[in-house]
């Protein structure tokens, strides 16, 4: 099928906002206001993300109700951002009031507004699963095949974008841990008169034997001396 020119627009507009440095949560906001420009029919989107221990919440939102709707899905433990952070790629649910596939949650949805919901999980081969994006209508029960169509497009962009902004993250956390284990080294080296690569050494022993992970070790030296300068 073929874009139209504003959806064409609006996604290439999205890449290009979602390409530029920024933090992890000012992309996720990015994500969420862009798909409720890019995908027709939809007036309210959300970012769920999972994080390694298993917990969702809500990130992001774009419309009034997101928090409200999230909440009640996480709450009752069903619907179709719960169904796409366990195991569904796309979840499409037209004429809401009618799905009987989530028996505890429509009527609460139907009751503030929800008239069609499209739920698309954010997935990628080295990260598994990231989250997902959620789009509520309360303006129509339609979803059409473009709106299906632009808002999978869209969310392998998003996923994308993500990715990147966790390795971002997770870069600037290894090099503060590094930051910090250069200076206990240095310590090291000074309060035992060692060289580089044995002082490194006593850091890994000590790491080793208490069972603490070498960045606390290195934090515990280097507090130990600032609070004794």
């Keep these: 099928m073929a874009e139209t020119p504003d959806v064409a627009h609006a996604i290439a507009e999205a890449a290009r906002s979602m390409s ?113 994006i959620n789009l509520y209508s309360t303006i129509s029960d339609e979803i059409t095949d473009e709106a299906l169509s632009q808002a999978d497009l869209f969310a392998t962009h998003a996923a994308i974008a993500l990715g990147k902004a966790r390795e971002r993250q997770n870069l600037n956390e290894a090099l503060l841990s590094r930051g910090v284990i250069g200076q206990a080294v240095g310590i090291v080296m000074e309060r035992y008169q060692m060289n580089e690569d044995r002082a490194f050494a006593f850091l890994l022993r000590a790491s080793s034997h208490s069972n603490v992970k070498l960045r606390d070790v290195a934090h515990a030296i280097v507090n130990e001396r600032n609070d004794g300068s």
């Design 20 to 132: 530029q440095p920024q933090t992890l949560e000012a992309t996720l906001q990015t994500i969420a206001e862009v798909a409720r420009q890019s995908v027709p029919g939809f007036d309210q989107v959300g970012i769920s993300t999972v994080d390694r221990r298993g917990k969702v919440r809500t990130r992001a939102v774009a419309g009034h109700l997101v928090e409200r709707l999230d909440d009640l899905q996480y709450l009752r433990g069903e619907g179709p951002c719960v169904d796409t952070l366990k195991n569904a790629d796309l979840v499409s649910a037209p004429h809401l009031r009618h799905d009987q596939r989530w028996p505890r949650y429509v009527p609460e949805a139907v009751a503030l507004g929800v008239r069609a919901q499209l739920a698309v999980r954010l997935y990628l081969d080295r990260e598994g699963i990231l989250g997902g």
